[in-house]
C-alpha cells in the first residue's frame, strides 16, 4: 500500500540523536537554519543547538490570525508554517546587483555585485515551500532571463524537509496537490514521530550526510503511524479551490460584483504578496550617494497592490484596489497557469493568515466561480 511516504529506502534517526543531524552539516560547512520561536511567530533562524527548536510549539491559524500555543509534546516540528518560506534566502526583500561610478576621467563605469553566498542548509521546509521553490526556479533559473543572484544561492542550498502532520486551518495543500508530503525536490526528508524521525535522502548530497548519521532500522509499526498521521493530515484540511479551468473562469468574469465586494474590504496593505513564498514581482530602484559620484542599483521586492507597481507610460493602470486585488488573483490563479504551466498557488495559506481583515483567496475565487459563466 502506498503510505504516502517518499519510496527511498528508510531509516529512522533517534530523537536524541538529532543534535548529530546539525553537527554534520556543520561540519560539511553549512551554516544551518532551522525553525524558532522569534516575536510570537516560528521564523527560520540560525540553528546550531536542538535546545533552540520550538517544542511542542502548535499554531493555530484562521483568516486574519496566527497565534503560538504550547503543548507537552515532545516534537519539534508540530504546527503547519511561519510567515517566511524559503523566499527571503534566495530572493532577499532587497539586494544591490550593480553599481555606477563616475571616474576621474568624467567616463562613467559599472560594476556588478556579485556576492558569493556560503552554503546554507534549511531544516523544516515544508512540501508547499519545495512547490514555490519549484516555481521560482522556473521564473529564475529556467525562464528567458536565467538570474544570476538567484543561481548562485540555490547551488548551495541544502534542503531538509519534513512532513506536515500538523496542517493549520487556512491550508489547502491538498487541493493544489502540493502537499502535505514531500515527494521531491529536497536532499533529506523527515517524519516526526514522538521518539523520533523517520528520515529518506533525495540527493546523493543528502544520502552524503545520511550515511554519517547514527541511524537504526525503522519498524513497520513507525512506518504506520507516519502514513496514518499523513493520511489525518490530508483529511483535516477543509479548505481547497475550486475545480475547473481557473483561467479561463477568472478572465471570462472580470465584471463579476465579488471584485467590487473584495475592494470594500482589502486594504492594499500587501501583506499576501509578502508572506506568499511564489509573488516575486519586484521594482529596480538607483540611490545615488550624496556627492553624485557613486550609485547603486537595487532591486526591492513590490506588490501588485500598489499603485505605484502599475504605474505605466504616466499614469496608473490599475488606479483602485478592486483592479489590484482582481490583478493578484487572476494572475496567481490564471495567468501563471499559461506562464509556468500550472497556478502560482500551493496552498499555503499564508495570505489567509496574514492577511489585517482576513480576506480569504479561497472563497474569493470559490464566490466567482460559483455562478460564473464560463466556456
Ligand atoms: S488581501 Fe489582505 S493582505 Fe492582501 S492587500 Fe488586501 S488587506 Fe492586505
Ligand atoms: S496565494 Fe496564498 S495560499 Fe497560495 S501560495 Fe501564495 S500565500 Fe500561499
Keep these: 500500500m502506498d503510505d504516502g511516504l517518499s519510496q527511498q529506502p528508510r531509516y529512522f534517526l533517534p530523537r536524541q540523536s538529532f543534535q548529530s543531524l546539525i553537527d554534520q552539516l556543520t561540519l560539511q560547512g553549512f551554516g544551518c537554519v532551522g525553525p524558532v520561536v522569534r516575536d510570537a511567530a516560528i521564523v527560520f533562524d540560525q540553528l546550531r543547538s536542538v535546545s533552540e527548536l520550538p517544542q511542542g510549539t502548535r499554531d493555530r491559524q484562521e483568516p486574519g490570525y496566527y497565534r503560538l500555543e504550547n503543548s507537552e509534546s515532545p516534537r519539534w516540528f508540530s504546527w503547519a508554517n511561519g510567515p517566511q518560506a524559503l523566499k527571503p534566502y534566495l530572493f532577499p526583500s532587497r ?8 571616474d ?4 562613467l563605469s559599472f560594476k556588478e555585485r556579485i556576492t558569493e553566498p556560503q552554503p546554507l542548509a534549511v531544516l523544516g521546509v515544508r512540501a508547499c515551500d519545495l512547490a514555490a521553490l519549484a516555481i521560482h526556479d522556473a521564473h529564475f533559473l529556467n525562464g528567458p532571463s536565467p538570474d544570476a543572484h538567484y543561481a ?33 525536490g529536497y536532499d533529506m526528508a523527515l517524519a516526526e514521530l514522538d521518539e523520533g524521525f523517520i528520515i529518506d535522502a533525495g540527493s546523493e548530497r543528502g544520502k552524503r550526510i545520511l550515511d554519517q548519521l547514527p541511524l537504526v532500522e525503522v519498524s513497520a509499526e513507525q512506518l504506520d503511524q507516519a502514513g496514518r498521521e499523513l493520511d489525518a493530515a490530508q483529511k483535516a484540511q477543509t479548505r481547497e479551490l475550486p475545480d475547473g479551468p481557473l483561467n479561463r473562469i477568472l478572465f471570462q468574469n472580470l465584471d463579476h460584483p465579488r471584485w467590487d465586494d473584495v475592494a470594500e474590504r482589502c486594504l492594499a496593505c500587501g501583506n499576501c504578496t509578502s508572506v506568499c513564498p511564489t509573488c ?26 500598489t499603485e505605484g507597481h502599475s504605474f505605466i507610460s504616466g499614469q496608473a493602470i490599475r488606479p ?4 489590484r486585488y482582481r490583478q493578484w488573483l487572476t494572475h496567481k490563479l490564471g495567468s501563471w497557469i499559461d506562464q509556468y504551466g500550472r497556478s502560482g498557488c500551493v496552498g499555503c495559506g499564508r495570505c489567509i493568515a496574514w492577511c489585517p481583515v482576513g480576506i480569504d483567496l479561497t472563497e474569493e475565487v470559490g464566490a466567482i466561480c460559483k455562478d460564473a459563466s464560463h466556456d
Design 95 to 102: 539586494e544591490v546587483l550593480w553599481e555606477g561610478s563616475v
Design 152 to 184: 548562485r544561492r540555490r547551488e548551495q542550498l541544502f534542503l531538509v524537509a519534513v512532513h506536515c502532520s500538523h496542517p493549520a486551518s487556512t491550508c489547502f495543500c491538498v487541493s493544489t496537490g502540493d502537499g502535505p508530503a514531500p515527494t521531491c
Design 104 to 107: 576621474e576621467d568624467g567616463s
Design 280 to 305: 516575486f514581482c519586484a521594482s529596480e530602484n538607483d540611490v545615488p550617494s550624496l556627492d553624485g559620484l557613486t550609485s547603486e542599483h537595487s532591486r526591492e521586492w513590490s506588490s501588485c497592490f
Design 320 to 323: 483602485d484596489i478592486r483592479t
